[in-house]
């Protein structure tokens, strides 16, 4: 395959990409403002089951705003069809480090409404794991950029 015909598979894909996480991300942000109206008008919602709502109404405005990175990530591979770019590198660690805050504040919003800080933290291992997965992603995407640089100059 010639670089043409990748960079044209590449963009192709990365443009079906962008449009699925700006769908997702839509939606997120749309939950996250249902969510919250609901929580602003239910005056006589009691207090335990407002702070069971809020962890995940935190958890989605995260998701959404991850999604919108990742519509960044996917916009930049469609304009230049290169996925190892200093921008995306670093946009991948945005998203290890929104993972990592929001699974923090998440334990946070738990514990202060009343749930012990075991739980609270079992909650949130699956977004420290996100997070990890995601530095190795940057890691991954850093040595790409890396071999990448070095093909360009053999040729």
Do not use: C, W
Request: glycine share 6%; charged share 15%; aromatic share 12%.
């Amino acid at each position: 395959m010639n670089k043409t015909k990748v960079e044209t598979m590449i963009k192709r894909s990365s443009l079906i990409v962008m449009i699925i996480a700006a769908a997702e991300a839509a939606i997120a942000l749309f939950l996250v403002i249902m969510e919250y109206s609901k929580l602003k008008s239910a005056n006589r919602m009691p207090d335990s089951f407002y702070n069971l709502l809020m962890p995940e109404v935190v958890e989605m405005l995260f998701n959404g705003i991850v999604y919108l990175v990742e519509v960044i990530i996917f916009f930049r591979i469609f304009r230049s069809g290169r996925p190892f770019t200093n921008g995306n590198i670093i946009a991948v660690r945005v998203i290890a480090a929104l993972s990592l805050v929001g699974s923090i504040i998440g334990v946070l919003i738990r514990y202060h409404a009343g749930i012990t800080i075991t739980s609270a933290l079992f909650g949130s291992v699956f977004s420290v794991f996100g997070a990890v997965v995601f530095l190795f992603f940057a890691e991954i995407m850093r040595y790409g950029k890396l071999l990448q640089i070095e093909s360009d100059e053999t040729l």
